[in-house]
């Protein structure tokens, strides 16, 4: 990144943007409860119109698939045993799972499921656009998404002459993006499918799991805007709080103490282990309690994402496994084998870790084409190039399993230069990067959208010269798509 101190566009301008952005809700909440806009790009991100409409044809599959896998019990506790004997936090969420699927106790799965998924993408100048990784639990940010399409469409009408300085082509058309509504869209038809379910005559309600003092809140509060103006009452709720304030209504009704009944759960919360740790608990077993919250939850009929069942379905192992397997296999989960193959065109290349391919690995690979992941989601969890083979030699052969080497992606770089507006302050970037993140919706295996289950797009650009590009925990800055035929 080039860090001259010259200002490329007028500092009045970037003020104008600043202030467009924390006007519109698109920051982050500071420990001092002031607002910092989010990072952005100036103008947006170019893309080839076929490779989009190749993504958006090929997201409902991925979806109807995931969403199929995530309900094929027996096929989870089968095919994810030994990575959660690799990983305690899957390890625990396998326990939950089979707690909640198994015949021969109480338990009974009544909650409905909620697909609410992005599955984030990158344009690889050679292989084309394959997937990265699937979120199905806290995929977050589709306001945001929105907003940033909306940002640059601003740019385009109030300060054409600097948005025509700095996009890739001026010809180019903005990409509609309706992720924010779309996203509220699906969760209000779950909403008012489960109070129709009870004939209950009160606003459906809407439950948000979040953590404890986290700055992304006002993402989260787009979207309970939305979905309040469609009519769906919001309130916001940690682990630890819902430890003490569920109950159990008649005919498996879930009940918030002082709000009443709850039609949808969303998780913003509950991908790592801390997100169930609470020391005032003075737990022997550590997350037991509120991991048992999460599990009673389940159990009641309310529209969930995600399910564990979803988190497990979206795992990097479960990926590899989709990956790997011949596309006829993909029938158990209705696809057509046209189908399986559109969805195996945008899935890039895994491998398992075990001696065989450690020894592959280290003697014959071209390591640059690959990356090391483990399980974690959001940055800090993927080691690159020649740093793997030492991580490889660290790893106990109890732990291979929690791990997975994936065909390393290299996105066409931004061919002008960007400005990156971060605290106020500008940046040109020269080679900047792009992931795509498509949502989809569905409810109880249907799509739930306006577009056949999609729900809009996220894009996160980066230098390619860093390999963490989150907007949080990265290099990374918000942007939008513009089309080229």
């Known amino acids: 990144m080039n860090t001259e101190q010259k200002s490329f566009v007028s500092q009045q301008i970037i003020e104008d943007a600043c202030e467009w952005a924390i006007m519109h809700g698109v920051a982050f909440r500071q420990a001092d409860n002031t607002a910092r806009h989010c990072p952005f790009s100036i103008a947006p991100m170019t893309i080839e119109r076929e490779v989009y409409q190749h993504l958006l044809t090929v997201m409902p599959l991925i979806t109807k698939l995931i969403n199929n896998v995530s309900e094929d019990h027996d096929f989870l506790q089968a095919s ?16 939950l799972h089979s707690t909640l699927h198994n015949d021969v106790n109480n338990y009974t799965a009544a909650r409905k499921p909620l697909l609410l998924m992005r599955t984030d993408f990158m344009d690889d100048r050679n292989h084309g656009a394959k997937v990265i990784e699937f979120n199905g639990i806290a995929a977050g940010m589709g306001p945001f998404g929105q907003r940033a399409t909306e940002f640059h469409l601003f740019m385009k009408n109030q300060w054409p002459d600097t948005y025509n ?8 058309t903005s990409a509609d993006n309706h992720g924010l509504e779309q996203l509220a869209y699906g969760i209000a038809i779950a909403a008012r ?8 005559q009160s606003k459906p309600t809407f439950l948000m799991v979040v953590q404890k003092n986290e700055d992304n809140v006002y993402d989260q ?3 309970e805007v939305e979905l309040q103006k469609q009519g769906v009452r919001t309130v916001r709720r940690t682990f630890e709080q819902l430890s003490t304030q569920l109950s159990s209504g008649e005919n498996k009704r879930l009940l918030l103490d002082n709000v009443g009944a709850i039609d949808v759960v969303y998780l913003r919360a509950g991908y790592q282990y801390e997100d169930y740790f609470s020391p005032e608990l003075n737990e022997s077993e550590c997350c037991h309690t509120l991991s048992q919250t999460r599990l009673l939850i389940e159990q009641h009929h309310v529209a969930v994402n995600a399910t ?3 988190q ?3 795992s990097k192992t479960m990926q590899m496994r989709l990956t790997m397997m011949p596309e006829a296999e993909y029938s158990r989960w209705g ?15 895994m491998k398992p870790v075990n001696n065989e391919t450690i020894t592959w690995f280290n003697s014959e690979a071209k390591q640059e084409e690959w990356v090391l992941k483990n399980q974690g989601e959001g940055g800090g969890h993927c080691v690159f190039g020649q740093d793997i083979s030492a991580k490889l030699s660290q790893l106990m052969s109890e732990e291979y399993d929690a791990w997975a080497l994936m065909q390393r992606l290299y996105p066409h770089e931004r061919e002008t230069p960007t400005i990156a507006v971060r605290d106020g302050e500008q940046t040109i970037v020269n080679d900047l990067v792009s992931e795509i993140g498509l949502f989809t919706a569905y409810y109880n295996g249907n799509p739930v959208t306006e577009f056949e289950g999609y729900a809009g797009y996220l894009i996160r650009s980066k230098p390619a010269s860093e390999n963490e590009g989150g907007i949080h925990s990265g290099k990374g800055i918000l942007d939008s798509l513009v089309l080229i035929d």
Not at 193 to 200: E, L, P, R, T, Y
């Open 308 to 310: 564990i069942s979803q």
């Open 193 to 200: 499918a489960v109070n129709s379910d009870f004939n209950d």
């Open 165 to 172: 300085q700095w996009i890739e082509d001026p010809s180019a």
């Open 80 to 95: 994810l045993g030994h990575m959660a004997k690799a990983d305690p936090f899957f390890g625990r969420l396998m326990s």
């Open 312 to 314: 497990l379905a979206t």
């Open 221 to 223: 509060h787009l979207l």
């Open 335 to 349: 696809l057509t084998l046209e189908e399986a193959t559109l969805v195996k065109s945008v899935l890039a290349d």
